[in-house]
């Protein structure tokens, strides 16, 4: 019969079977005494998964990402390189089984890279995007993290049906638009987004804030899985697939507020 995996049983006494716990010198009053004095084990302890470890985790990533971002900001050539092989890590991360702490910290490091090129050549054409766009970040990240700590959102089948077709949409539009301007049949710095009006809008300025609601509305599933897996005592190990989660979706969020302020600013 397979050992029990309860952490309770983690003891050498019980690593071959009950002849050597049988076996095992009677334990003093003291001694108990000090056994159950003791506090009582915490994730770290028993190898699981925990809200303090996502964040550390989380923030690790972050710092590497800001390290990227400094060295694209002064090398802003290495933006478009760093995209293509931040996009590469990025899937082998959503389907590597098991997470690699090494893979999501370089995942952090390069997708900071591009970060950092395109954040610095919108700074030089509009000064002070950079801390707008950060500003940006940090409100819609601390609204949406409050608002779900207080219960006022959640998600829901509804909204994450209708979240996931308005991705597959967005991804579509992405693909087109990315491929308008690979050709260069569309000459606009932002493709679609700019060279395409409604009413005289640009289409960015109406589908970003959608975006930017759908990142938002992203965070809200990121805690939501966070928190099943604290709760389910997923194994510790998992904490950095929810870094990388949370990673990815705050990328996206200040990728798409920048996209959004560049187009207002021009326009």
Known sequence: MALSSNPAFKNAA??????KAANAPTMTSEQLDEL?????AGPAETDRMSYEDVIVKTIGTLAFVLVGGVVGFFLPALAIPAALIGFGLALVNIFKKR???ALILTYGLVEGVFLGGLSGILESQLPGIIGQALLGTGL??????????????????????????????????????????????????????????????????????????????????????IGQGVRAGAP??????????LVLTIVWLYTEILRLIAIFRSN
């Not at 019980?14 to 002849?19: D, I, L, Q, Y």
């Not at 510790?236 to 989660?245: D, E, Q, T, V």
């Open 14 to 19: 019980f690593g071959n079977g009950g002849a």
């Open 36 to 40: 159950y004095g003791r506090p009582s």
């Open 99 to 101: 997470p690699s702490p």
């Open 140 to 225: 819609v990240f601390g609204v949406t993290l409050a608002l779900f700590a207080n219960g006022k959102v959640r998600a829901s089948a509804r909204a994450t049906k209708v979240f996931t077709i308005a991705m597959i949409s967005y991804g579509l539009f992405a693909l087109v638009n990315f491929g308008l301007q690979l050709t260069g049949i569309s000459n606009d710095p932002w493709g679609l987004a700019t060279g395409f009006e409604i009413f005289g809008i640009p289409l960015g300025l109406i589908i970003g804030p959608l975006v930017i609601l759908m990142a938002a509305y992203s965070l809200v599933l990121d805690f939501t899985s």
């Open 236 to 245: 510790r190990i998992l904490g950095w697939r929810a870094a990388f989660g």
